[in-house]
Each structure stands twice: as structure tokens, then as C-alpha cells.
Nanobody, 117 residues
């Protein structure tokens, strides 16, 4: 079992920045992938950015060049630095932990990000 604790959401004006954090605890194997997904009202949950335990990253086209995902493996924590935020980035952001050995996924409770115009 893996438990995720997210932090860092909030309200920011367009053009501003926020940093999300997600700390994982529990039965964590070395081969895993952590990342962020988001869900806006009336829309499906979508990938924002993910990073493997080896540091390989993948970003949604809509956030490339503005968002940066990173992780601290010693702390089992993933970060999402969000710059140049736009109103369309407004959503609930969910942390996801993928156990690539046991092929099991875990989700955080979500944190609200609101970007005002």
C-alpha cells in the first residue's frame, strides 16, 4: 500500500507560479513512476506530467515550457513547478504513483489550482 500526501495548490493570477508537492510513503519499490494529472469541471482527467524513478519525464503539450516536474527519490517526493499559469490551467490536480513492478496505481486526494484572469 502507498499513501500520497499532496500540497501546494491555491489561487494565483494569470502569469503567476505555483509549486505542487506529493510525498509517497508505504511499500515503495524502486521501479516506479510518479506524476500529476488534472481534471477541470466537466472534463476528463488528463495527464500533466510524469517522471520515472530513473528521471525520464513526459509532459502534456499544453504545459511544455511552462511546467517542470522533478523528484527527490530519497524523500519519495515529486514536485511540479508551474510557471506562466493560465486560466485554462484551473483544475483539481491529482498525484499518481505507479508501481511498475506490481502494476498497481495509487492516487492522491487532489489539490485545487485556480488561475484567475
Amino acid at each position: 500500500q502507498v499513501h500520497l500526501v499532496e500540497s501546494g495548490g491555491g489561487l494565483v493570477q494569470a502569469g503567476g507560479s505555483l509549486r505542487l508537492s506529493c510525498a509517497a510513503s508505504g511499500s515503495i519499490f524502486r521501479l516506479n513512476r510518479m506524476g500529476w494529472y488534472r481534471q477541470a469541471p466537466g472534463k476528463q482527467r488528463e495527464l500533466v506530467a510524469v517522471i520515472t524513478s530513473g528521471g525520464i519525464t513526459n509532459y502534456a503539450d499544453s504545459v511544455k515550457g511552462r511546467f517542470t516536474i522533478s523528484r527527490d527519490n530519497a524523500k519519495n517526493t515529486v514536485y511540479l513547478q508551474m510557471n506562466s499559469l493560465k486560466p485554462e490551467d484551473t483544475a483539481v490536480y491529482y498525484c499518481k504513483f505507479e508501481d511498475l513492478i506490481l502494476r498497481h496505481d495509487y492516487w492522491g486526494q487532489g489539490t485545487q489550482v485556480t488561475v484567475s484572469s
